[in-house]
């Protein structure tokens, strides 16, 4: 039956099974149930839970937080939800992109604040928009490694209170006064200061190698594909429309609440704002001023949030009582150029990783890409329906082919659910083992792009129920 799957399927009533025979049955399955990819000899991963924080807009509940707070909260809810004991882990890995100097190893502090063993090593990784994926596929490679068991990977981020340095020279005079030793080198370094120097250094969505934001650079690229304005506002609006159904359908079952210290419960997130064509029509450019496409309203938004996942050796997890909600499978991550191909990871990351896991695009159930910007997506599922773009920039012989959007980002994404930088990762690997189970399905992809033209994908399968 593959994978462990009983002969009464979804697709058979118990009642059935009395009168149907065996071969009848057999093909019931096998229609349902395409192959698994547990291969021989290598170790079965799963996701046992996978939880996060309501995502915030930045500025709103969460502002006199700080980062490890809200990774704290997700590891606390992690732990609520599944009973884990607090040693029962081998190691810990957190993503995030915009760090606290007081907390650079997040990992560690939100560990400890959430009454983890202190024996339970940790570290922090940084990735752009793919940070917690980063820590998934570390703790998939620990656990594949034989060097651990269970590892609990995450992500945070925290837009409300962003570090703002002084200017290059103020710092360089601080630093002085701070060695100086006598009165008249003390006068002479503050007489030195000019007004120049007092201007800040704010940090920017900004690609360091070419200088250029990413939304200016989201902008270009939906220009370069033929992305109407239209195209993108019809996206966002799509995104916004099915996150609030989803939210009250009560399928973002991964939300935890979470009582926010001196404020309030929070237990949903807050960027879903479903609007109307005409209201989006108003907005005026945001980045490419007067004529670009890109706006506030087609743009994920700067987000506050955090978010844990359990990944565990199949074994550990149902010696430890766990039933799993999906197998990760194969991954990769790829990286093209910073300038022309920002964005464009998901079309780049999908068909490696499906000649990896040797699927298709058919064989997907689930799709789960994230979104940057309306103008990102639209162009990478043109890029991904051009058999010109495949032969010319992939070396392929025929384009890759899209996804189908009855397949795709069903319960909203993150221009509507709202994009922690470091926590977008493990929300879409969860939100694809929640579809799954939802809508019967057996394969899963997770794809994003990220800054330094990055990108990765991931095939997840079902756990057999």
Not at 351 to 375: N, T, Y
Not at 416 to 429: I, N, Q
Request: aromatic share 6%; glycine share 8%; hydrophobic share 40%.
């Amino acid at each position: 039956y593959g994978m462990g799957a009983s002969p009464l399927t979804p697709n058979c009533s118990p009642g059935a099974a009395t009168w149907l025979p065996t071969h009848v049955l057999l093909l019931l399955v096998q229609t349902k149930s395409k192959k698994t990819l547990a291969r021989p000899g290598v170790k079965n991963i799963v996701l046992v839970e996978g939880v996060r924080t309501p995502f915030l807009l930045s500025g709103t509940t969460y502002a006199n937080l700080m980062p490890h707070d809200l990774a704290r909260a997700a590891l606390q809810g992690l732990l609520n939800k599944t009973s884990l004991p607090k040693d029962a882990v081998d190691y810990i890995i957190y993503g995030i992109v915009i760090q606290e100097v007081k907390t650079s190893n997040v990992a560690r502090e939100a560990a400890l604040g959430a009454g983890f063993s202190d024996k339970i090593p940790a570290h922090t990784v940084t990735m752009a928009c793919i940070s917690s994926n980063q820590a998934m596929t570390s703790a998939v490679g620990l656990i594949a490694a034989g060097q651990c068991d269970a590892v609990v990977a995450g992500g945070a981020e925290f837009m409300s209170d962003v570090p703002i340095r002084h200017s290059r020279k103020m710092r360089k005079t601080m630093l002085a006064l701070n060695r100086a030793k006598t009165l008249g080198q003390k006068l002479s370094l503050i007489g030195s200061i000019r007004m120049s120097h007092l201007s800040p250094e704010l940090p920017a969505v900004a690609e360091f190698s070419t200088a250029e934001t990413m939304g200016h650079s989201a902008d270009r690229l939906a220009a370069a594909f033929g992305v109407s304005r239209l195209e993108q506002d019809e996206f966002a609006l799509r995104s916004h429309t099915l996150a609030k159904k989803a939210q009250d359908d009560g399928l973002l079952e991964d939300v935890i609440t979470f009582k926010v210290p001196g404020r309030d419960i929070v237990s949903k997130d807050n960027g879903i704002r479903p609007s109307s064509m005409e209201q989006m029509a108003k907005l005026k450019p945001a980045f490419v001023k007067p004529h670009g496409t890109v706006t506030a309203a087609n743009s994920s938004f700067l987000t506050d949030g955090a978010s844990a996942v359990l990944i565990m050796s199949e074994e550990k997890a149902l010696a430890m009582g766990y039933k799993p909600k999906a197998y990760l499978r194969d991954f990769v991550y790829v990286s093209q150029d910073p300038k022309d191909q920002l964005l464009l990871g998901p079309t780049y990351s999908t068909p490696k990783v499906l000649e990896r896991a040797g699927l298709s695009m058919s064989d997907i159930d689930v799709f789960e890409f994230h979104e940057a910007f309306a103008g990102q997506i639209m162009a990478n599922l043109k890029a991904m329906d051009s058999d010109w773009f495949g032969q010319t920039y992939m070396g392929r012989k025929a384009k890759v082919g899209t996804p189908p959007m009855d397949k795709f980002n069903l319960w909203g994404g993150s221009l509507s659910l709202g994009h922690p930088f470091g926590a977008t990762g493990c929300r879409l690997v969860t939100t694809v083992a929640h579809r799954l189970k939802k809508e019967g399905g057996q394969y899963g992809l997770v794809a994003a792009c990220a800054a330094g033209g990055q990108g990765h994908a991931m095939v997840i399968e079902a756990y057999p129920q």
